[in-house]
């Protein structure tokens, strides 16, 4: 499907969300945010989906707020049409990617900055072109921060550095976001869609419910006590504990064969 702003394409069981406005560094226009939130609403409720990766065309991953749109909106329209994108638009997004019940891998194929280095810090690989970067360009225009950063970015750095790089607002080059702990891996430019399409076709081919179980596991224990968290944990073993997948696993871990997982 391509529509304002974007493309999304499933393939083997991957659905690839490709930002498109490369001229404007993939920035965010309103018609874009809600074709992204409606596209990852579809591709989180489609079983036939396995993992999630999102991705910019160009030499941008994205560039956050469309910052022209934004402008237009502060001189014609009111302060609360302009802010509702946050609860209305960027939140949302922010949650179907954070609770959707499959891996989402970011391929941060060029500069990411302000929400777009927020969608980045919301999977759970992100793989870095060499040539990427991150900006927590929000501080630079006057404004705090969103969709999700001000949680996800303490829990990848720190809370030191995560107010220093939304302070700053410096350019972190992907070789020190490999050693910041926000990128997962870098590599070089001319084996980036190589490395991608390996990546996503091994979450897309894994136990794709123990996956989702993580997934939500990890969430719910980050603000949660011990107890709370041991008892959750108790809960996904038992549903992941009753899947084909985990009696396949450990069947061919037996019989010394590679497992077959098929996601159910
Ligand atoms: O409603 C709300 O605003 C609430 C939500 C806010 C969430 C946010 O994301 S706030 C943060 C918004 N984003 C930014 O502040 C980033 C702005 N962009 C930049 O700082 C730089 O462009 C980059 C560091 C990303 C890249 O720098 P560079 O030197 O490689 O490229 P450039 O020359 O600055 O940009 C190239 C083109 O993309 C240029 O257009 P032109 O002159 O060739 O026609 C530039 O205007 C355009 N562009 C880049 N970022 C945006 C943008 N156009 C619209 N919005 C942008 N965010």
Request: net charge negative; proline share 4%; aromatic share 6%.
């Amino acid at each position: 499907m391509t529509t304002a702003g974007l493309r999304i394409e499933v393939t083997d069981a991957v659905g690839t969300v490709t930002f498109t406005r490369p001229k404007a560094l993939n920035a965010l226009d309103d018609a874009t945010k809600t074709a992204l939130l409606a596209g990852l609403r579809e591709l989180a409720a489609d079983d036939g989906v396995r993992c999630v990766v999102l991705t910019g065309t160009g030499r941008a991953f994205c560039a956050g707020q469309d910052l022209r749109e934004h402008v237009e909106g502060l001189l014609h329209s009111s302060a609360e049409a302009v802010w509702r994108t946050v609860p209305e638009q960027y939140n949302p997004i922010a949650l179907v990617l954070h609770t959707m019940d499959k891996p989402v891998l970011a391929a941060v194929n060029g500069v990411a900055a302000g929400a777009g280095a927020s969608l980045a810090f919301l999977a759970d690989v992100r793989v870095l072109a060499a040539s990427a970067s991150f900006t927590l360009a929000f501080a630079g225009v006057g404004l705090s921060c969103d969709t999700g950063c001000s949680w996800t970015l303490p829990r990848l750095v720190g809370a030191g550095r995560a107010l220093e790089l939304l302070l700053s607002g410096r350019t972190v080059s992907a070789a020190e976001a490999l050693g910041l702990g926000l990128a997962t891996e870098v590599v070089p430019d001319e084996e980036f869609a190589a490395r991608v399409a390996e990546r996503a076709r091994a979450l897309a081919t894994g136990p794709s419910l123990a996956y989702g179980a993580i997934r939500q596991a990890v969430g719910y224990a980050a603000g949660v006590p011990l107890a709370a968290a041991l008892g959750f944990e108790a809960e996904q073993m038992r549903r992941t504990g009753a899947s084909a997948d985990h009696r396949s696993a450990v069947e061919a871990f037996l019989a010394k064969r590679p497992p077959e997982f098929t996601g159910r």
